[in-house]
């Protein structure tokens, strides 16, 4: 009886040692740069790379937005400047934190995050790294019918609705006239060239036949600056970061899906037509809201997706991350403009575009055409 016992005892921890018995302490193997989390019986990959990549970038956002909060013409420590920012310090460090810095500061946040993730969705819609709002139009779009609310009815809040529907304009007339943002992405950018230069004519041709008053109010949205931007633009641009953000990132991870054919998304289960419908709507009204509050800020769009690219890796969509960087940027920007010439201050528009411009001729030439036909 005894031996027979021992027997069993170690048939079952023979069994329990095998491989091909399964354990409670066996995971199934995980891709390469993901970690498995387990907890109440339920598990979820977590990629790295994204993750560290992230949390690295908004650390250097904080640290950015504190230099501009400290800097100015009465400087502070950046600490005392984030402390300010949340009503904790002398009266005078409050005031002049959160009624002059503070405003800017959220105005920059808000632009620069909105032309990431427009840039995100048309670069990843349209297969090539050129195409963003600044490229297709959507930007001059925007511009010029802000500029004309501006120069025939001056109202608060009409910028921003007109920004939108130039931005929806210049996206339909490029998408109907480039035949879709998906397999025919030069073609979509060729078009899209050529309707922001159009855009772009009628824009100075309003400005030059317009009042010296209406003009001088309307020029700010043709070079891209940050100072004494209105406040309800600012709501409402930060209302719609509020929805598109998460419809983007939703839309994002559809998105991925398109790198194959369209007859294999489709199979995949991904309305095709639909998500590239539903990829425009958010990257025009992410775009016409930035211009509407900063105007037409050229080279965030195009530089804050590549750099969310290389943070977090090829594998996902990194909206979020390129949120982050179009804010940093937008930030770095607006800092450099107002402390480099100082106490002349140089538009945030014209910094990105000395900035961007050797970014741009650089991706121009490291960027090998697609065969579309």
Same mark, same amino acid.
């Given at each position: 009886? !005894?031996?027979?016992?021992?027997?069993?005892?170690?048939?079952?921890?023979?069994?329990?040692?095998?491989?091909?018995?399964?354990?409670?302490?066996?995971?199934?193997?995980?891709?390469?740069?993901?970690?498995?989390?387990?907890?109440?019986?339920?598990?979820? $990959?977590?990629?790295?790379?994204?993750?560290?990549?992230?949390?690295?970038?908004?650390?250097?956002?904080?640290?950015?937005?504190?230099?501009?909060?400290?800097?100015?013409?009465?400087?502070?420590?950046?600490? !005392?400047?984030?402390?300010?920012?949340?009503?904790?310090?002398?009266?005078?460090?409050?005031?002049?934190?959160?009624?002059?810095?503070?405003?800017?500061?959220?105005?920059?946040?808000?632009?620069?995050?909105? +032309?990431?993730?427009?840039?995100?969705?048309?670069?990843? $819609?349209?297969?090539?790294?050129?195409?963003?709002?600044?490229?297709?139009?959507?930007?001059?779009?925007?511009?010029?019918?802000?500029?004309?609310?501006?120069?025939?009815?001056?109202?608060?809040?009409?910028?921003?609705?007109?920004?939108?529907?130039?931005?929806?304009?210049?996206?339909?007339?490029?998408?109907?006239?480039?035949?879709?943002?998906?397999?025919?992405?030069?073609?979509?950018?060729?078009?899209?060239?050529?309707?922001?230069?159009?855009?772009?004519?009628?824009?100075?041709?309003?400005?030059?036949?317009?009042?010296?008053?209406?003009?001088?109010?309307?020029?700010?949205? !043709?070079?891209?600056?940050?100072?004494?931007?209105?406040?309800?633009?600012?709501?409402?641009?930060?209302?719609?970061?509020?929805?598109?953000?998460?419809?983007?990132?939703?839309?994002?991870?559809?998105?991925?899906?398109?790198?194959?054919?369209?007859?294999?998304?489709?199979?995949?289960?991904?309305?095709?037509?639909?998500?590239?419908?539903?990829?425009?709507?958010?990257?025009?009204?992410?775009?016409?809201?930035?211009?509407?509050?900063?105007?037409?800020?050229?080279?965030?769009?195009?530089?804050?997706?590549?750099?969310?690219?290389?943070?977090?890796?090829?594998?996902?969509?990194?909206?979020? !991350?390129?949120?982050?960087?179009?804010?940093?940027?937008?930030?770095?920007?607006?800092?450099?403009?107002?402390?480099?010439?100082?106490?002349?201050?140089?538009?945030?528009? +014209?910094?990105?575009?000395?900035?961007?411009?050797?970014?741009? $001729?650089?991706?121009? +030439?490291?960027?090998?055409?697609?065969?579309?036909?």
């Amino acid at each position: 009886m !005894t031996s027979t016992v021992k027997t069993a005892k170690a048939a079952a921890a023979k069994n329990a040692a095998s491989p091909d018995t399964p354990s409670a302490a066996t995971r199934p193997p995980t891709p390469p740069g993901t970690r498995l989390l387990a907890l109440g019986g339920r598990s979820v $990959l977590v990629p790295v790379r994204p993750l560290l990549g992230g949390a690295a970038l908004l650390l250097v956002l904080v640290a950015v937005t504190a230099v501009c909060l400290a800097v100015g013409e009465t400087n502070l420590d950046p600490v !005392t400047a984030l402390r300010a920012a949340f009503g904790d310090g002398t009266a005078r460090d409050v005031l002049l934190v959160e009624k002059l810095r503070l405003p800017r500061a959220e105005a920059a946040l808000a632009v620069g995050a909105a +032309l990431g993730v427009a840039g995100c969705l048309m670069q990843t $819609l349209a297969q090539n790294r050129l195409a963003t709002p600044d490229t297709v139009g959507f930007n001059e779009g925007a511009t010029a019918f802000a500029v004309a609310s501006v120069t025939g009815v001056a109202t608060q809040l009409l910028p921003s609705a007109a920004a939108l529907v130039g931005a929806a304009t210049a996206a339909s007339l490029a998408f109907a006239l480039g035949g879709g943002a998906g397999r025919n992405g030069y073609r979509f950018l060729v078009v899209g060239l050529g309707i922001g230069a159009v855009f772009g004519a009628v824009t100075n041709l309003m400005l030059s036949r317009a009042a010296i008053d209406a003009a001088n109010s309307a020029y700010a949205w !043709t070079v891209g600056t940050l100072n004494s931007r209105d406040a309800d633009a600012v709501g409402l641009l930060l209302l719609g970061l509020l929805v598109c953000l998460p419809a983007a990132v939703l839309l994002g991870r559809r998105l991925s899906l398109l790198r194959f054919s369209d007859a294999v998304a489709t199979g995949l289960g991904v309305r095709v037509r639909g998500l590239r419908v539903g990829v425009l709507v958010v990257a025009v009204v992410c775009a016409g809201l930035a211009v509407a509050v900063a105007g037409p800020l050229g080279m965030i769009a195009l530089a804050a997706p590549e750099a969310a690219r290389r943070i977090a890796g090829p594998r996902c969509v990194p909206v979020l !991350t390129s949120a982050a960087a179009g804010a940093a940027f937008t930030l770095l920007a607006d800092l450099l403009g107002r402390t480099v010439l100082s106490p002349i201050e140089v538009p945030a528009g +014209l910094v990105t575009a000395v900035v961007g411009g050797p970014y741009l $001729l650089w991706l121009l +030439l490291t960027t090998r055409p697609r065969r579309t036909a």
